[in-house]
Nanobody
Framework: VQLQASGGGLVQAGGSLRLSCAAS????????MGWFRQAPGKQRELVAV???????YYVDSVRGRFTASRDNARNTVYLQMNSLKPGDTAVYYC??????????????WGQGTQVTVSS
């Protein structure tokens, strides 16, 4: 599985961005898809997961502001980010895993996309 993330950019606090992650390869619909982020000087953290059946999980800091979704027909997963805060500034990565869950060790990773939120 190859993953290509896009949609990052510079936005003012309170603004919105939508990240996309396009996947190549078979059986996309069977993979759990995770969104992770890594800010400078910090460890990579799991932000959101959307499992193959559509169940989602969000880290507390983004719950209610971020929404993960997937379009299996397009082999694409999205992360809608609203009410962005400067603390959301990070490189965002998408990842695919056969199991998913609240782990950092997913099977496949895309390149990151930078999200910068100005105050």
């Amino acid at each position: 599985v190859q993953l290509q993330a896009s949609g990052g950019g510079l936005v003012q606090a309170g603004g919105s961005l939508r990240l996309s992650c396009a996947a190549s390869g078979r059986a996309f619909s069977s993979y759990a898809m995770g969104w992770f982020r890594q800010a400078p000087g910090k460890q990579r953290e799991l932000v959101a997961v959307i499992h193959s059946g559509g169940a989602t999980y969000y880290v507390d800091s983004v719950r209610g502001r971020f929404t993960a979704s997937r379009d299996n027909a397009r082999n694409t997963v999205y992360l809608q980010m609203n009410s962005l805060k400067p603390g959301d500034t990070a490189v965002y990565y998408c990842a695919a895993d056969r199991v998913g869950g609240l782990r950092n060790s997913y099977d496949y990773w895309g390149q990151g996309t930078q999200v910068t939120v100005s105050s």
